[in-house]
């Protein structure tokens, strides 16, 4: 079965600090990885996305994520953070199944 | 439409009694999903159908949870016999591809069921 794990459920940080939230994924075959971010009062959104190719994927807002096959990671990352990237973050996998979900992390960004 | 539309988005309830939640993809798009999200914890999967075919229903809970597609648009997820534990934010989400690994997902605002 496919899972995935994030490790971090609540990060604090100020603008500038550089941003990395983990994740790693359960499954032996071939995967498809994701991020997805819901902003305070909307809905979810497609942030990134790993189908094949350079492990190193960018994304919307400066963001990125790279797929490291040994270790089943797909961490995001971003230099420095803004105050309007105060949001919940979703790794997310599909295997053999719909897309499967971890439980997200809350970034918190102080002005 | 524009993007997924749900219906209510907000559904108070009593325990015992039956709710249906209403989604409406956006225009064209073949794959339709539902989701539930507790507090606290990330979206979990319900069921998906590819146009009017109900493809997975793995993840619905139990039997007093079903859904249906019936013109490969619209989509009614209907819990019967509603108890607290099914309090949560019930997710739909479409997407243009017919395939189950696509995770390229078009999500709508979402219905917030609180069962007392």
């Known amino acids: 079965a496919q899972s995935v794990s994030q490790h971090n459920h609540h990060v604090i940080l100020s603008e500038a600090a550089s941003l990395e939230l983990g994740c790693n994924y359960s499954y032996g075959g071939t995967v498809n990885l994701f991020w997805y971010v819901q902003y305070p009062g909307q809905h979810l959104q497609l942030l990134l996305k790993y189908f094949s190719g350079d492990p190193l994927v960018k994304g919307i807002k400066g963001f990125e994520a790279e797929f490291i096959k040994s270790k089943f990671s797909f961490n995001l990352r971003k230099p420095s953070v803004q105050w309007s990237d105060t949001a919940e973050y979703f790794c997310a996998v599909t295997g053999r199944r719909a897309l499967t979900f971890g439980s997200g992390t809350r970034l918190q960004v102080q002005p | 439409g524009a993007g997924v539309s749900q219906s209510p988005r907000y559904k108070v309830t009593k325990r015992g009694q039956d709710v249906a939640l209403r989604c409406d993809p956006i225009s064209g798009h073949v794959s339709l999903y539902w989701y539930r999200q507790a507090l606290g914890q990330g979206p979990e999967f319900l069921t998906y159908?590819?146009?009017?075919?109900?493809?997975?229903k793995s993840g619905l809970p139990n039997d007093r949870f079903s859904a249906e597609r019936p013109e490969g648009s619209i989509s009614t997820l209907t819990i019967q016999r509603t108890e607290q534990r099914d309090s949560a934010m019930y997710r739909c989400?479409?997407?243009?591809?017919?395939?189950?690994?696509?995770?390229?997902?078009?999500f709508g605002e979402g219905s917030r069921l609180t069962v007392l």
């Open positions: 159908f590819n146009y009017e075919a109900q493809q997975d």
């Open positions: 989400a479409s997407s243009f591809d017919t395939g189950s690994r696509t995770g390229e997902l078009f």
